[in-house]
């Protein structure tokens, strides 16, 4: 077929008389012994086929990386794309493991071209990597699945060499420095070492900085970092940001060992050659290192026969209540232990001696740690000594035996003896039940038994049990939240079925256009003309260089200011002469699809070529005019650079968008797909997973159950079932505020229901949490008993049922004027009428009553915070008031981690919004 296509070309090139007689003899050799074939036949028969063979791809398919080598800057995120030329993978590839470089989760990309008939397609993964090592890297060959079968992936080897800043030759480190540091390079072993890890960057490349520092200082235990502490300083000089945490480790055996080292990430502004909206900026992550610490354990001195373990300080309290008992009466005798050092170290307290005439209850030790702390505490421990017997009895001292670091000396601490004095009592007391508390003797003796003695009981009336939190209840149910005031009546007076059709048609045009693989490309052009509009509005061009200097110049003050950031700079001031060029650079790289960050001449005269080879020429012209303008000594623009950008945009054509295809099944059936498959798998996903947790709670696995339960609620949050079974796993957790969240919830969504009632009752009594709103519903005495017959959002249902019958009732009224209908219309238009009025009292009193519990947007404070005047906390001059646990308020806006409350009064401030939790969301 190729070489007929060949054969015909020629002959259409031949001219006049000739070509009929080529033409004929061509056709005869194809259509049979035919003398002669009108040429319009030929071109009817074989078009077809000559755009079917335009159509078909040449290209070999292969798999490759890009870029296949080069350099890599230690320790930097770096982008390297494995890209499918004319095939696609196959599932995800999995790469091969290498030494050194550490790989991130990739992003995605395609691309299709036409040229001269020529179909070619990549596919590429664009995968973020680190090197951790400074030695060369090779990624070895690997094969990978395609459409096209298995292709072999070849290897790629890059060299490793300091980071640098951007695209500049700039190293990380002349512009960063971290360090690891203690206050001296020697400390007893299990002596706590107090570390400070410092960063700073440049002030005029400084953007902000990332969470926090990374460490992991093993074989030493370490506590989490501090907060970072932010503040500017003079290093060498030059004005720094700097960023300082602390944190203590603790090492246990004597020796002299090397800690690996710290790292931060640190976000740079950094010059990108002109190539940026944004000021000429682009903000670049950094991780830097500090160097490795070397930490010297010197071994402690011989120690005591009755040394505890323990180093650090300490502080020792023995208490006994009361002195002074008689026999069967309990005594308490605590021990606490407090201070800073090893904690992780310590076994217990020491051990206590007492006679063989106290009965003695199993002691149970609690460990109280310091919050954020390892070895800040408190170790407290119980006793229960029952006498058995009068008579004086002294009790301690208690020794415990410490080394103190500060001293470099071993310290003992005693309590003072305590004498118990255990008076006759009138009536023996009875033995202990066997299936009371378990008791011994700490030395060992048996406790002495007593006889029981008749006595007289007085009758007391049964008290009854404290509340307990209820078994959880299977399967799911939703509520129905409360609309906000506009949504209610716009739902009770406009029906939204009929706009069902167009909001589909719409969501399909909107995905059609958004999927559109040109719309980027004609984005592109539309920002390409504005900006060259601007340009030749602009007053002497030919001084473009010059300003391009005072630009720059003006952009360096404007970052060495403390409070201006390089997403800030633009929206400051007008758009200079330089600042439409870079724009102009950015949308032509738009324009012809190149996705690096600062593509050069080359790269673009190659992406142009791609499109259009006749183009390729005049848009490289002008990509190097604009740059020798933007970098060169006073190059100013040439006279007709805008008149030739103009032309050669002009020139670029890009395929509009398609208007039917809206209707095409990737753009129209999506919307109704997901509907279906939405109402059909909710129930069952959500069902899964409660049947999962309920198994964890029978089991008294309650966080497993608290986290499949989050999930539940976390899906539906109007499933009041899932609310008070998650209630119900905090509670059993003693994490009671939160579970009453949560219940409180439950009950707004369903307050008939004995188990909401029984749940918000529960609550209230054991978090303390007390809003007067929720406590007057718990009793549902009065109004309340009336409101919470139904939800808000029942009784809002029910003023949009009411209105209905309003209606019904009027047109009943018109048919029966109009003579439609006989004359019990009127008596019933006006019983549904007086229903219809009745109905909306009810449910605006219930609503009235409900107050802002109706508002969608509630939220409950579940434990005390502080309300501020303004989202932040490193403001220390704004105006703060405490605020309450069990507060109430309508949580309306939110911003990086702040919620903003606005309270009954008017009243407004910001509150973290982990600090509270939305009813109905």
């Known amino acids: 077929m190729l070489r007929h296509f060949q054969k015909f070309t020629q002959l259409l090139n031949v001219r006049r008389v000739g070509a009929q007689s080529c033409c004929a003899r061509w056709g005869s050799g194809i259509l049979g012994r035919r003398k002669s074939a009108p040429l319009p036949l030929l071109l009817l028969l074989l078009g077809p086929w000559l755009f079917l063979l335009a159509a078909v791809p040449v290209h070999a398919q292969s798999v490759r990386w890009d870029p296949p080598g080069g350099q890599l800057g230690f320790n930097q995120v770096s982008d390297l794309s494995l890209t499918f030329d004319n095939c696609e993978p196959d599932g995800d590839p999995r790469l091969p493991a290498v030494n050194g470089l550490v790989f991130g989760p990739p992003s995605q990309s395609s691309q299709t071209s036409i040229v001269n008939f020529k179909v070619s397609k990549t596919f590429s993964f664009v995968f973020p990597v680190r090197p951790t090592k400074r030695s060369a890297l090779t990624i070895p060959a690997f094969d990978v699945a395609t459409d096209k079968g298995r292709l072999r992936v070849p290897a790629a080897t890059y060299t490793v060499g ?218 407290a421990e119980d006793v229960v000594l029952v006498p058995t017997k009068p008579g004086r009895y002294s009790l301690g001292p208690v020794k415990f035996t410490y080394f103190d670091p500060k001293t470099g000396t071993y310290k003992t601490l005693s309590s003072e003896a305590v004498t118990v004095n255990v008076t006759a009592a009138a009536a023996p007391p009875a033995p202990a039940a066997a299936t009371g508390p378990v008791q011994f003797s700490l030395n060992g003796a048996t406790p002495p038994s ?154 673009l005269q190659a992406a142009v070529a791609a499109h259009s080879s006749e183009a390729s020429a005049a848009w490289t012209k002008l990509w190097e005019e604009a740059d020798r303008t933007q970098f060169g000594p006073d190059t100013p623009l040439p006279p007709d650079w805008v008149a030739r950008a103009e032309a050669a945009l002009a020139a670029v054509q890009v395929p509009s968008w398609p208007v039917f295809s809206l209707f095409a099944p990737r753009n129209f059936l999506p919307f109704l797909f997901s509907v279906f498959l939405l109402s059909a798998l909710s129930p069952q996903l959500s069902a899964m997973g409660a049947d999962s947790a309920t198994e964890h709670y029978k089991h008294a696995e309650f966080p497993a159950a608290e986290q499949g339960w989050r999930a539940a609620v976390a899906a539906a949050p109007t499933d009041w079932v899932a609310q008070h079974n998650l209630g119900l796993a905090l509670a059993q957790q003693e994490r009671w505020a939160e579970a009453t969240v949560h219940w409180t919830s439950a009950f707004l969504l369903a307050p008939r229901a004995d188990a909401t009632r029984w749940d918000l009752a529960l609550g209230l009594q054991r978090s303390g949490l007390a809003p007067p709103e929720l406590v007057d519903f718990s009793r ?142």
């Not at 910001?910 to 969301?921: F, G």
């Open 450 to 603: 007593s006889a029981p003695a008749a006595a007289t009981v007085n009758a007391v009336p049964p008290v009854p049990p404290d509340r307990l939190p209820r078994d959880p209840l299977p399967g799911r149910a939703t509520g129905f939240a409360p609309l906000r005031g506009d949504t209610l009546w716009l739902v009770a007076s406009i029906p939204a079925a009929a706009l069902t059709l167009l909001a589909w048609l719409v969501l399909a045009a909107l995905r059609s256009r958004h999927r559109d693989p040109q719309r980027l490309r004609r984005e592109a052009c539309a920002a390409l003309a504005k900006t060259l509009a601007e340009l030749r509005t602009a007053s002497a061009q030919q001084t473009v260089g010059a300003a391009l200097r005072r630009d720059v110049l003006s952009e360096s003050r404007h970052k060495a200011a403390p409070t201006a950031s390089p997403a800030e700079a633009p929206e400051a001031r007008q758009l200079t002469s330089s600042q439409l060029l870079q724009q102009w650079q950015i949308h032509s790289a738009a324009l012809w699809e190149i996705s690096h960050a600062a593509p050069g001449a080359p790269r």
């Open 780 to 921: 549902g005495e009065g109004r309340f008993a009336l409101a919470r017959s139904a939800s808000p959002g029942e009784w809002q249902l029910a003023l949009v049922a009411a209105a209905l019958l309003i209606a019904v009732a009027l047109i009943v009224l018109l048919l029966r004027g109009y003579g439609r209908i006989g004359a019990w219309a009127r008596p019933v238009a006006l019983a549904t009428m007086l229903l219809a009025v009745l109905l909306a009292a009810a449910a605006t009193f219930s609503l009235h009553t409900y107050g802002q519990l109706a508002d969608p947007d509630v939220a409950l404070v579940w434990k005390p915070s502080t309300l501020r005047s303004i989202p932040t906390d490193a403001d220390t001059a704004q105006k703060t008031s405490p605020l309450s646990a069990g507060s109430l308020a309508v949580a309306d806006k939110t911003f990086l981690g702040w919620s903003r409350l606005t309270f009954p009064g008017g009243q407004q401030g910001w509150v973290r919004t982990e600090d509270l939790l939305k009813l109905y969301r």
């Open 162 to 379: 300091d980071a640098t800043v951007g695209n500049t030759t700039v190293a990380v480190k002349d512009v960063t420095a971290a360090r690891l540091e203690t206050p001296k390079r020697s400390y007893w072993a299990g002596e706590l070492i107090p570390v400070t890890f410092t960063l700073d960057v440049r002030r005029r490349l400084f953007y902000q900085f990332g969470p926090g520092a990374t460490w992991q200082p093993a074989p030493f235990t370490a506590e989490d970092w501090s907060k970072p502490d932010l503040a500017e300083a003079l290093v060498r000089g030059e004005p720094r940001a700097v960023l300082t945490q602390t944190t203590r480790v603790l090492g246990r055996e004597p020796g002299t060992f090397t800690l690996p080292p710290a790292s931060a990430v640190a976000v740079l502004a950094v010059p990108n050659g002109g190539f940026s909206l944004f000021g000429g900026t682009t903000a670049e992550p950094v991780q830097v290192s500090s160097e490795p610490l070397t930490v010297t354990l010197d071994p402690l001195p011989p120690a005591p026969a009755d040394f505890s373990k323990a180093v650090g300080q300490f502080t020792l309290v023995s208490k006994i209540v009361p002195t002074t008992a008689a026999p069967g009466e309990p005594i308490t005798w605590t021990l606490e232990l407090a201070g800073t050092g090893n904690w992780p170290d310590l076994a217990g307290l020491p051990q206590r001696e007492v006679s063989s005439d106290f009965q003695v209850v199993q002691p149970k030790s609690k460990r109280t740690m310091k919050d954020g702390s390892l070895f800040e505490g408190t170790l």
